[in-house]
């Protein structure tokens, strides 16, 4: 299912992210997104759980709001 929005920035540079695509996404108030530009673009995705160091995304241990996998952690213990 593709969501097609159009919608105007406002003075703050603040858009609205429709109740559709909310839903959809599984997005709450709170979450993190992550916001990519390049030179004719900007995407907008919900920022995943990863390992600060690697982005490995299983056996991840959270502190302080990060997240490092077991393997980096395992290293960092060395
Ligand atoms: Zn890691």
Redesign the pocket.
């Given at each position: 299912m593709i969501f097609t929005n159009f919608k105007e920035i406002d003075k703050a540079g603040r858009i609205v992210i429709s109740k559709d695509i909310r839903r959809h996404l599984n997005i709450n108030p709170g979450d993190i997104l992550q916001i990519n530009a390049d030179e004719h673009s900007i995407t907008i995705q919900k920022a995943e759980e990863k390992?600060v160091?690697?982005n490995?995304t299983e056996q991840l241990t959270e502190f302080k709001g990060k997240y490092?996998?077991a393997?980096?952690l395992a290293r960092l213990k060395h």
């Open positions: 390992c160091f690697c490995a490092i996998c393997g980096c």
